[in-house]
């Protein structure tokens, strides 16, 4: 089981969210200072024994307390409006030294924020024609540049996922909170589960996936190079990276040269045994390094026997790579009725994995014939198709293409509206449901057609003749 706890503590991670809404992560070390550029400074060590989401206030100089949250009012109906209203420098009558000033003087702690945007506000012309909606606007833009708050974020799924897409999001290959939620919803992501997954967006989905399930599951990843990406895994903290979960029994991992054959690469790892003779003259050195290949060879034997045993839960592809390349060598491993899930940011990629996931859910299906073109020789081999039809095949069925779209909302006392910006790229899911399936089995609900209503009536009135 991976815990969080809600208290800040040494070695934390934490996600700081700055007024401007740019978030950086730090590692919270013992007697360290974590500078915020223009927004100030503080000791990490203020921080110790806090909880997480608060809001703190640098009050003086590398000093830092928490901030009570303002409550939202709700602003009156008014005449007044924006109209004729024009937004120019010469509106502001403090001059730039003057503002450089006020910056110099936030930045060493003998002025305060909110002092600083009142005297701004004083000396804007235009501020007191403005109405209470332009005000509280103008007052938060300010804030965004001179009030010395920040947020002590908790990794999670969403504020990793935030964080990643404004610093690369191609490595994650645009992935969104919302579409890891979606794939988790679809693939039944359940405590006690066996998942098989391909993830080459640093972990990021991984760690999402263990979030969700309190790491009360068994993972199998399969990634490309010689060791698994799980740069995105470092963010949620310690108890969250490749070595902790490996030792914890909740990850195991293999290359696709592994998966692919095996036996070779259980023979390129192999070790010879030695005696205890042998292992008292080996040096400390020759030792730990013997023990620790047999330590890699055992390691690797278990994670290719339960990957042979199969029957895996469900199945997420988020790969750079062709999807058909991928499920053709991991849907034998999925147990029956279990979901699969492909994600990509490009719909057509998707699109001809669907024609190709429906030609390979249907390989008997055939045109119908007439029973005077059928010979011999046709008739035969029609018998022996209908031999091989007998065994159970394993078919996708319910395969439908998801575009993840989610549009956030402003909610605010009589100011509740969508943004009117948001990303255009969200993603695309496919999903579909392993069965296994015997193609001659006439499923249930399927009758003869029926005959035309004006052809059944002349029929009854000839019989009644």
Known sequence: MLESSPIIQENSPV????????????????????????????????L?????????????????????????????????????????????????????????????????????IRQLTSKSLTFDQKTQYAQAKYVNRKGEKYLQQFRALRPCLETVTEYMLDHDQYKIMELTADCSTYMMTLGNAQPGGRYLVVDETGCLFLGSLLERLGGDCKVTLVHPNEQP????????????????????????????????????ALKDMHVDDCTEEELNEMKLRHKKRYESRKASYARLQSSLEDFEKGNFDALFVLSNHTPMSVLNLLLPKI?????????????????????????????CEVTETNNED??????????????????????LIMLDIHEIRTRPYQVLPERTHPFMSIRGDM??????????????????????KRQKQGAGNKKKANTRV
């Not at 009558?93 to 910056?103: G, K, N, P, T, V």
């Not at 993603?427 to 003869?448: D, E, I, M, N, Q």
Request: glycine share 6%; net charge negative.
């Open 15 to 46: 996600f700081i969210k700055l007024p401007s809404e740019n978030i950086r992560f730090v590692t919270l070390k013992p007697n360290n200072t974590i500078s915020l550029g223009k927004f100030g400074s503080f000791c990490t060590d203020d």
């Open 48 to 116: 110790f024994g806090k909880t997480y989401d608060e809001t703190f206030e640098i009050y003086e100089p590398k000093k830092i307390r928490v901030l009570k949250t303002r409550e939202v009012q709700s602003l009156e109906e008014e005449n007044k409006t924006n109209k004729e209203l024009m937004d120019c420098r010469s509106n502001q009558l403090m001059s730039q030294d003057e503002i450089e000033e006020l910056r110099k003087q936030i930045k060493e702690g003998g002025l305060r924020g909110e002092e600083a």
């Open 229 to 264: 990406n799980s740069s995105c895994l470092e963010l949620w903290g310690k108890e969250y990276t490749e070595e902790s979960l490996v030792e914890k029994g909740i990850l195991r991992t293999l290359n696709w040269l592994q998966v692919i054959g095996p036996e070779e």
């Open 335 to 363: 147990g029956s009725s279990r979901p699969v899930l492909v994600y990509s940011p490009y719909q057509q990629v998707l699109v001809d994995t669907h024609h190709e996931l429906f030609k390979w859910s249907n390989p």
């Open 374 to 395: 059928i010979t011999n020789d046709e008739s035969s081999e029609k018998h022996e198709l209908q031999d091989t039809q007998n065994a159970w095949v394993e078919k």
């Open 427 to 448: 993603g695309y899911v496919l999903s579909g449901l392993k069965v296994l399936s015997s193609v001659c089995t006439v499923a249930a609900g399927r009758f003869p």
